[in-house]
């Protein structure tokens, strides 16, 4: 099982660009730490948004209903992706 399976691989960089954001947020100190997972999965939404809709031909409602079925899924997973790669740097450099 790999996380292509489950990411479309064009959105892979959302999590990253997620990532990022998640820093400056963090360094920036104006928001609570934990509203940064949901400000980054907001953010994920409606970057994969966009990319679904700028991509589908959307010509019916069942065409409209799975893209935003498909931003919705695709914003969440990039943002837990970026969740997770930030804990597995912070955890990694915890010593027991």
Known sequence: ???KDYVKPELLVVAVVLYFI??????SETVKD????????LIGVAICAI???ATCACGSGQDIA?????ALTQGVLVAG????VNQI???SGKEE
């Open 51 to 53: 990319y679904v809709f």
């Open 66 to 70: 799975l893209a935003v079925f498909t």
């Open 22 to 27: 998640g820093m400056w947020l963090k360094q």
């Open 1 to 3: 099982m790999q996380i």
């Open 89 to 91: 740097f912070k955890q």
């Open 34 to 41: 934990k509203y940064i997972p949901l400000i980054n999965g």
């Open 81 to 84: 992706l970026s969740t997770y």
